[in-house]
Structures are given as C-alpha cells and as structure tokens.
Nanobody
Framework: QVQLVESGGGLVQAGGSLRLSCAAS????????MGWFRQAPGKEREFVAV????????YYADSVKGRFTISRDNAKNTVYLQMNSLKREDTAVYYC??????????????????WGQGTQVTVSS
C-alpha cells in the first residue's frame, strides 16, 4: 500500500508557472506507474500526465502537451508536475495517483489504486 501527499498548489497569474510535488510513502515507489489528474468544479476528473516506473516514458493530455512536464525521483519517492504557461482553464484540484498494474489505460481513473488528497491550482487572468 502507498500513501500519497501532494503539495505546491496555489494562486498564479496566467502565463506563470507552478511545480507540484507528490510524496509517496513506502519502499516500493519505483514499482508504481504514477499519474496526475485534475478536476475542475462541476467537471469529471481528467487525465493530465503519466510517467513509467523508471521515468523513461511519459504521456500527456493534448491540453497540456508542451506546457507541463512530469518527472519522478525514485530515490526521494516523489513525482513532480512542472506547469508552465498556465491558463485559466488549468484551474482545478490536482491529484496524483499510483498503480502497480502493468495493464490498464494510463488515462483512466479506474486504472489507479491510490490517490492523494489533491492540491488546488488557481490561475487568474
């Protein structure tokens, strides 16, 4: 089992940057595929990015491609989401998630077994 704690959210102006962190408990962090999702008010939770166990492969939603970067440090049990050129439509609660499954779509919430509590990101114009 793994516990996830996000941090780094806040209020930022459009065009600005934030870096989110997600710290994981346990000694098997490198065995988990890690994802970031977000949920805006009144909307469903949506996929943002995913990173493989080794960090060698990443995949992004079209809406954030070229602006967001996911990375991980397995020695620190932490996954990051660097967010640049932020837009108002990026405003949401951001969640990190973990799965030990080798199968399952990375962009589906059903693939992930563990979730953090979320961190609010608000982008003002």
């Amino acid at each position: 089992q793994v516990q996830l704690v996000e941090s780094g959210g806040g209020l930022v102006q459009a065009g600005g940057s934030l870096r989110l962190s997600c710290a994981a408990s346990g000694r098997t962090f490198s065995s988990y595929r890690m994802g970031w999702f977000r949920q805006a008010p009144g909307k469903e939770r949506e996929f943002v990015a995913v990173i493989s166990r080794s960090g060698g492969s990443t995949y992004y939603a079209d809406s954030v491609k070229g602006r967001f970067t996911i990375s991980r440090d397995n020695a620190k049990n932490t996954v990051y989401l660097q967010m640049n050129s932020l837009k108002r439509e990026d405003t949401a609660v951001y969640y990190c998630a973990a799965t030990s499954r080798f199968l399952g779509d990375s962009y589906s919430t059903k693939t992930y077994d563990y979730w953090g509590q979320g961190t609010q990101v608000t982008v003002s114009s």
